[in-house]
Nanobody, 113 residues
Framework: VQLVESGGGLVQPGGSLRLSCAAS????????MNWYRQAPGKERELVAS????????TYADSVKGRFTISRDNAKNTVYLQMNNLKPEDTAVYYC???????WGQGTQVTVSS
């Protein structure tokens, strides 16, 4: 199993970023995929989840209306579009197959002026 997150960076409040996660080592379209984040000094939290073909998507209350999770099963990739970013969104973001105990390296998102 391999999960490679990318797309993080430094952005000003109100800005946008699109995270990507390339997956391999399992049959991607058979599994839900999740995005998590972990801020300094805090526990890792579930941010968004998407079903196998995208029909069902759920979000943490803190990001609802600002973040959108999507997936491209042909590319074995899951995305997280993040708009109207706030300083409290600063964290390392991870994607994960909820049925497999494996974490990638994550991608750092920093929201600061």
């Amino acid at each position: 199993v391999q999960l490679v997150e990318s797309g993080g960076g430094l952005v000003q409040p109100g800005g946008s970023l699109r995270l990507s996660c390339a997956a391999s080592g399992f049959t991607f379209n058979m599994y839900y995929m999740n995005w998590y984040r972990q801020a300094p000094g805090k526990e890792r939290e579930l941010v968004a989840s998407i079903s196998t073909f995208g029909a069902s998507r759920t979000y943490a209350d803190s990001v609802k209306g600002r973040f959108t999770i999507s997936r491209d099963n042909a590319k074995n990739t899951v995305y997280l579009q993040m708009n109207n970013l706030k300083p409290e969104d600063t964290a390392v973001y991870y994607c994960k197959n909820p049925r497999i105990n494996y974490w990638g390296q994550g991608t750092q998102v920093t929201v600061s002026s």
